[in-house]
């Protein structure tokens, strides 16, 4: 399009560029004259956007004298005015990146780091498209810092796109393998497994015609009157005499109809006519009931369930409240297919994070480890085994062993602390560069636990093993193992559509809540009132260090950010309702 390039004002925003990031190298910022107008592409991002313009602004009055064909020598003469005025500043923006979009706050840099290591501007879209979705690194890039070279040389700004919540959950969805199928026994520990196969009834229950109640079994067709008592049936296996009309057996709960009787009379129903001389045992009976039916107070051969009747969906979730263990204990059932529950390795790093329960009191910047037992116990509860990874330290080989032995371990991998931007924050180099993993997310926009990272390592022949780092702050590292992993756990366990998610309900607030520019999951207490509604009670201080913001939380509060609520509302006043996660047993409120 350009009658003339300028290229002085592109090497001037280079050279700006480039004091703030290596990777201004790859930009292809492009400046010139059509006509008599001036034009400059700057990168789409804001800051990127900033810095260009910044470097060159001063300089733009007189290119402006220039290209409408003034002399510059009259800048230093006072008619610069007139002549900016004729000549018109088109400065376009972002046109000239596509990926500019992704990037909050990451400027020329970051821009361009997509480009370099997408191959070196051979990336290539049509026609300003925008991709929805952010971009995995399917296509080779590694965005993370290279290990070996000097800090300078490292993101000023991290290279991982910001991604919504949803867009997280989605990969996550995506990149969980299909589960696993497995044969458990029938016994407490198959409580929280997923059914793998239709169950259907190899035996019929009742399997005899039983007593439901206390009484004497007679032949309904009898009526009422006096009628010996010729046998008894107790809840026991073994061969029953048969009846006959005009005789009756006494029987008891549970217990077996001798062959020929059709029902039971209630002992309620009834009266001694004649006991043995002793008076310890009964001759005659008179039955005070009438009007009988057939099989009236029996429980029918098969009227629980018939041998064939299905007992169990394939997709069934045996329960903790033991309905489902008991349905096929019920039918024999001695052992299902059911899918694989993932194991769990739990890793803490950091070289300040030193074991819980050391004895000796702390050195100066010695943190004691308190995600790892956190997250450990939150495995456990929810029925997953765990593996205590212990803690690694802030080197990378260190990393790089403790994850290669984990690895052929366990099935997902948690770790928490080094995703952020420092130095020693080692996680997403290790797996990009060392492991050849792939880093599906490395930024949410949330709070607490922005850095979350989601990430594959593939592992010889198979399927690769999903690793969640999560970020060090306790608070952060909680929430976003109840938010990320643990749908990701529930989905390799079987478990599909809404119930991977924490399950949602309505809530009101007990008090004013100030909102943040990120959507925040604010830890709550929430109690069923005496209406039967939810309220919540904030746990304090929700800062992403205090884990105390935690304790006795049971809830996660979606609160909105600010951006999403009109009226340029601040805050969600109290007696308002917002939607809450579920994370723990909910609790009657008392008053
Ligand atoms: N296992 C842990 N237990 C308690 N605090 C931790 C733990 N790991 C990290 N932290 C603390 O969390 C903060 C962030 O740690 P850092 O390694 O920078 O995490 P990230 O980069 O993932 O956010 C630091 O104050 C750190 O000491
Ligand atoms: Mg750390």
């Known amino acids: 399009m350009l009658d003339k390039t300028a290229s002085g004002l592109v090497h001037g925003m280079l050279a700006a560029s480039l004091k703030i990031t290596p990777f201004a190298i790859m930009s292809r910022p492009v400046a010139g004259v059509r006509r008599d107008t001036v034009i400059i592409t700057l990168p789409g991002s804001p800051k990127g956007a900033k810095e260009n313009l910044e470097s060159i602004i001063k300089l733009l009055p007189h290119a402006c004298i220039q290209a409408a064909g003034g002399d510059s020598r009259v800048i230093h003469s ?28 990451g400027g020329l840099a970051s821009d361009d780091a997509v480009g370099m290591t997408s191959g070196c501007g051979h990336h290539h879209h049509g026609g300003g498209h925008h991709a929805p979705t952010p971009r995995t690194q399917q296509d080779g890039e590694l965005r993370s810092n290279d290990l070996t070279g000097d800090v300078t040389r490292r993101h000023r700004s991290s290279p991982y796109p910001m991604i919504s919540v949803k867009e997280a959950h989605k990969l996550v969805a995506e990149k969980i393998s299909a589960p696993e199928v497995v044969k ?54 073994g061969e029953l005499k048969p009846l006959e009309s005009g005789q009756i057996a006494r029987i008891t709960t549970g217990a077996p109809l001798p062959p020929g009787a059709t029902a039971v009379v209630m002992v309620e129903d009834t009266r001694i006519a ?38 169990l969906r394939k997709g069934a979730e045996i329960t903790a409240v033991g309905g489902e263990v008991g349905l096929l204990a019920s039918v024999g ?35 004691r480890d308190s995600n790892r037992p956190t997250l450990l116990a939150a495995v456990n509860a929810r029925g997953f085994e765990a593996v205590d990874l212990g803690i690694a330290k802030d080197q990378p080989g260190t990393l790089e062993d403790v994850l290669k032995d984990a690895l052929s371990k366990v099935d997902v991998i948690i770790t928490t602390g080094g995703v952020s931007m420092g130095e020693k924050d080692l996680l997403k180099p290790t797996i990009e560069r060392t492991f050849n993993g792939t880093i599906h997310f490395g930024r949410v926009a949330m709070k607490p636990g922005k850095p979350t990272t989601f990430a594959t390592i593939p592992v010889n022949d198979d399927i690769p093993k999903p690793i969640f780092s999560l970020p060090g702050n306790p608070a952060s590292a909680t ?18 559509g809404d119930d991977v998610h924490l399950a949602k309900a309505l809530v009101t607030v007990e008090q004013d809540l100030v909102l943040d520019p990120r959507p925040e999951y604010h830890r709550a207490a929430i109690r069923i009132d005496r209406s039967g509604g939810l309220v919540a009670r904030s746990t304090g201080g929700q800062r992403s260090s205090r884990i105390g913001s935690m304790e006795a939380a049971n809830a996660l509060l979606c609160l909105p950010a600010i951006s999403e609520v009109g009226d340029k509302r601040t805050r969600i006043p109290r007696g308002d309702k917002v939607e809450a996660l579920i994370i723990g047993e909910l609790k009657v409120l008392d008053v």
């Open 78 to 105: 006072g008619g610069i005015k007139k002549l900016e005025k004729e000549a018109g500043v088109a400065a376009s923006s972002g046109a000239h990146d596509h990926h500019s979009h992704l990037y909050e706050s």
């Open 184 to 237: 458990r026994k029938v016994d407490a520990g198959l409580v929280g497994y997923i059914l793998a196969e239709d169950v259907k009834a190899k035996e019929s229950v009742p399997a005899f015609r039983a007593s439901i109640v206390d009484g004497y079994a007679v032949v309904h067709t009898d009526g009422v009157g006096i009628y010996p008592v010729v046998g008894v049936s107790h809840a026991a296996p």
């Open 274 to 311: 004649k006991a043995t001389d002793d008076g310890k045992e009964e001759l005659e009976i008179e039955i005070l009931a009438s009007g009988l039916t057939e099989l009236e107070n029996v429980r029918e051969i098969g009227s629980d369930m018939k041998t064939g009747d299905l007992l």
């Open 333 to 367: 059932a001695a052992e299902v297919a059911v899918y694989k529950k993932p194991v769990v390795g739990v890793l803490s790093t950091g070289d300040e994070i030193v074991q819980h329960d050391r004895a000796e009191s702390l050195s100066i910047g010695e943190v």
């Open 479 to 496: 929430v976003t193992f109840h938010l990320f992993v643990l749908p990701a756990l529930r989905q390799l366990a079987g478990f599909i």
